[in-house]
């Protein structure tokens, strides 16, 4: 009765149109009969809970039993932060002011709560750095973020449009050391660290692209897996378009054997932060290094699963199951 239940449900929820669309698209790329791949995403939902666009970016079509039980699929994924991440904490990392009191020993920079009587306090702040990033405590992908320039003439306006905006938040803006800062000049580019239990199970090196003073995926950016062991580039890059990337596209330095400085002081940066709020067991931390260290930017309660495992960065159709299941024994023998 239960998998009756189980298979009534994500039947029910799925939106048919889209699904029907995606079968085509796939049908397109790879001649396969429409009817099998039909039937072949229905199994793959309820055997291996994997949504139909699970089925597309991850070309599960292609992969045998043995593969595809090693994916982090979307219900997988919804599964583990459900079992290690309590909800109730996430708005200290929903909300970017709540989240840099939390972690401002971590951050490596300086910020500000702007309000409407601490001008003075602005000023001094905004003069001082000369250069800031405006960020709405709310959001993501870096939208609403602006990096402006300070001078003695526009502070008060800049002062003015920050309520009006409701960015309320101001952050001295980030350095990078010289190996990551050469990839792509013109934005921070971030370690997006894992953790598990306390340990680091998955690492992607994020690239802005074109103009963009943003990383993100969603933003034109690139991505590369990083071997959490060695700290080094194993795979090519690739943007969100599937489009792959052996160099990068402005810098032409190439992606793969790309060494990760300081690596180990990364990882070991990761698993101290993931201690601080251990009701939140699951994170994506966005990591940096400057010239002192690492540093948080931000990070995700709830990690997106859609950078991870992607076609192009898979030995053997193997996904990451595996070694977060090898996080999740490391916990039951802590305990």
């Not at 870096?142 to 003695?152: D, F, L, P, Q, S």
């Not at 003439?153 to 309320?168: A, D, F, M, P, S």
């Not at 963009?212 to 690739?238: C, H, K, M, Q, R």
Request: aromatic share 12%; proline share 4%.
């Amino acid at each position: 009765m239960d998998k009756i239940k189980y298979l009534f449900k994500r039947i029910t929820s799925m939106s048919f149109k889209n699904m029907f669309k995606t079968i085509d698209e796939i049908h397109e790329k790879t001649n396969l009969n429409r009817v099998r791949l039909f039937f072949d995403m229905i199994y793959c939902g309820l055997r291996y809970q994997a949504g139909y666009m699970d089925y597309k970016l991850y070309e599960m079509y292609d992969l045998n039993a043995s593969q595809r039980k090693t994916i982090v699929t979307r219900g997988i994924n919804n599964a583990i932060v459900k079992k290690y991440n309590n909800l109730e904490y996430s708005k200290i990392f929903n909300d970017k002011l709540l989240f840099n009191e939390k972690y401002s020993k971590y951050l490596g920079r300086d910020w500000l709560k702007v309000t409407e009587d601490n001008y003075r306090e602005f000023e001094s702040f905004a003069l001082k750095n000369k250069e800031i990033v405006i960020k709405p405590p709310i959001g993501s992908c870096g939208k609403g973020v602006e990096i402006v320039k300070v001078t003695k003439e526009n502070v008060q306006k800049i002062y003015k449009n920050i309520l009006e905006t409701k960015r309320y938040l101001v952050e001295e803006k980030a350095t990078q050391i010289e190996e990551l800062k050469k990839i792509h000049p013109t934005s921070i580019n971030t370690m997006r660290v894992v953790t598990l239990n306390g340990y680091v199970v998955a690492a992607y090196l994020r690239m802005g692209n074109k103009n963009n003073f943003v990383d993100n995926f969603n933003s034109e950016g690139l991505v590369a897996p990083i071997n959490i062991e060695t700290g080094v580039l194993d795979y090519v890059a690739i943007d969100k378009k599937m489009n792959i990337y052996k160099e990068h596209p402005i810098s032409k330095i190439t992606i793969k054997g790309f060494q990760i400085p300081n690596w180990d002081k990364v990882k070991k940066f990761s698993e101290e932060v993931a201690k601080e709020v251990p009701e939140l067991g699951y994170v994506g931390w966005d990591v940096s290094q400057n010239e002192k260290g690492p540093y948080l930017i931000e990070a995700n309660e709830f990690p997106g699963h859609d950078i991870y495992q992607l076609p192009p960065h898979r030995t053997n159709g193997i996904g990451l199951l595996p070694t977060f299941k090898e996080a999740m024994k490391k916990r039951k023998r802590r305990k």
